[in-house]
């Protein structure tokens, strides 16, 4: 029997479903492109559609996005996931996601969904700073994530933590204490999203009378970068960095100002090997420079649109990345001319 080692999702979005809360940056109507909440034909045929172009190997999920899916009454919830439950006796889905708000997780609504075989439940914690929760419009407190985060672990739940960086009243000090508020929590995952300005949200007011500034691009990358280290030491799974690309946020139809770029992932992971390619190679000059990758690094070493190759080469007269299959993830061999350098 073959192993199955690759992950594919189905993504069910239900926009603004039971949600009250109006959070500054959220325009779920946007993001999910959706107005109503689909039906139960309609998530068929989201599947069957999904199931159709996924390899026979592999594990399949499906995951409630968009809204705060345990805020709905637990008939509707199970409606829901009734619709999953044939599929997942032929074995055609492995498992369930989704996502929801910490205040909305209690004992009563955990037991429920036990019943059902939901792996991860991830909740929008967004931060871990009380000031930013309330500037954002959250409607909940960090009690209120850590005593979800809690609950959910002790029922036998994978958890997942959604963060923002960027909020109103964030820095970058309380932003690094979010992410290890999550790892402290024992988050499985995490998602990284930078704070857009969406059209038709009090954001967009608050930017439109500067009252808020967006970040830029550059200080998106810089701020996940160092996430990404953090979250990689203590082996916790980054599963989105940056917003999913709706049409109207690539198109710019429905982005107003903010850190957006359609590889924005590709660009932290260039970063951060420029970095450390840099610090390797301080000082340093040469004729030649051969740098050795595993083949998973390779893209992001180069760096989006060969940036990094083009960096080096202000150093070097010639710049090659070659693959070596006896490294892996981010090891790396460096030779420069007669010289040999390793990591």
Known sequence: MLQKTHYYTIPI??????????????NQYTIANKVQSPSVDEVKETIEKYLKTFPEHGVKKI???GGSFTGMSIEEQ???L????????????????????????????????KNYKIETIELGAQSLDNEVLAKSGRGHSVADVKNAAALILQKGFKLGLQMMIGLPGDSFEKTMETA????????????????????????????KSRKYTPFSLEQAVEWCKHLMKLFAKNNVTILRMSLHPSEGIITGKNLVAGPFHISFKELVLSALWKDTLDEKLTGKHGEKLVIEVSSKSMNAAIGYQSSNKKYLLEKFRSVSFKINNNLIDNEFNICIADAHYSR
Do not use: W
Not at 13 to 26: D, W
Not at 91 to 100: F, P, W
Not at 181 to 206: F, N, Q, S
């Open 13 to 26: 979005f239900i926009p603004e479903k039971a949600c009250p809360f109006r959070c500054i940056y959220c």
């Open 63 to 65: 995951g409630f996005f």
């Open 78 to 80: 199970n409606q829901y």
């Open 82 to 113: 009734n619709i999953i439950s044939p599929y997942i006796k032929l074995d055609q889905i492995d498992s369930i996601t989704l996502s929801t708000r910490p205040d909305y997780v209690t004992e009563e609504i955990l037991e429920n969904l």
């Open 180 to 207: 290890q508020g999550i790892i402290d929590l024992g988050a499985h995952y995490t998602r990284i999203y930078p704070t857009l300005v969406i059209k038709d949200t009090p954001l967009e007011t608050m930017y």
